[in-house]
């Protein structure tokens, strides 16, 4: 089990279940060349570029997925969790993407005209299709892989960095995932899925378990589509 796993999830919970039933799909995601030449130093832009492009379209569908699971939810705490993580993406996309837009020079155009990768789309169609069909509690574990493993990884990498971190090309990415910060901001959703959770049946905690492992999975194609440049289809 890695750090961030330790820190959050209690023996028994359902947290600790998604953790368990991911572990393979995470390591994997850890070890593979994009976040390990990433954690090198020695990515090449051209691909942390178009992984940045391939975000920002990304990030459009993530906030709409908190707007649609705002719409399906009646309790209205959630709903306050949920508005205050849009200012949350906001604040993301002004943070870790002005940034590396500005510093790679990366134009708005080049944004506006680029297309989804194929694997990019596999992702947030099939969160978004739970977004449109599920309840509350599907919704919400279709959004807790997205913060949950960058926490995760963005720890690791700053603990096996160590001062190395200081000065690293990638040095703002590594530093916003690893911040107690960025961990404490997912609490709400780690909150709110353990109470929906109470009241669901063994089969359905079993469902939620098979759609974490998948996004913990996308999340792992999404860097590898980025990492080969990936195309998507122009329609
Ligand atoms: C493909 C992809 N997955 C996850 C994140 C990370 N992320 C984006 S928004 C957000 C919540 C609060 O900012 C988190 C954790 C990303 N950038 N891109």
């Known amino acids: 089990m890695t750090y961030q796993l330790i820190r959050s999830a209690q023996p028994g919970s359902i ?21 390990q030449e990433l954690r090198q130093g020695i990515l090449s832009q051209e691909r942390f570029t178009w992984y940045m492009i391939q975000d920002r379209l990304y990030l459009d569908d993530y906030a709409n997925v908190h707007a649609l699971a705002f719409a399906s939810c009646t309790h209205s705490t959630i709903q306050q969790d ?19 837009t500005q510093v790679f020079g990366i134009s708005e ?3 506006t005209h680029a297309v989804q990768s194929a694997a990019a789309r596999a992702y947030t169609t099939s969160m978004l299709e739970t977004a449109y069909r599920g309840n509350t509690l599907e919704i919400l574990v279709a959004l807790l892989p997205c913060a949950w493993v ?18 690293h090309p990638y040095e703002q990415w590594i530093s916003t995932y690893a911040a107690d910060d960025f961990w404490d901001a997912s609490q709400w959703l780690r909150d709110d899925i353990t109470l929906l959770a109470q009241q669901a049946t063994e ?8 759609m974490f492992v998948q996004g913990v999975d996308l999340e792992r ?13 122009n329609f």
Do not use: K, N
Not at 15 to 34: I, K, N
Not at 150 to 167: F, P, S
């Open 203 to 210: 089969v359905e905690i079993q469902r939620l378990e098979q």
């Open 221 to 233: 194609v999404f860097w590898a589509s980025a990492y080969e440049m990936q195309a998507g289809w």
């Open 150 to 167: 960058y926490a995760d990884y963005g720890a690791r990498l700053a603990q096996e960095l160590g001062d190395a971190v200081h000065g």
């Open 109 to 111: 155009q080049r944004i």
């Open 82 to 100: 949920l508005a205050h993580a849009l200012g949350d993406i906001a604040h993301e996309l002004a943070t870790v993407h002005d940034t590396y």
């Open 15 to 35: 947290l600790e279940r998604f953790a368990c039933a991911a572990s393979h799909v995470w390591q994997a995601g850890y070890e593979q060349p994009f976040i």
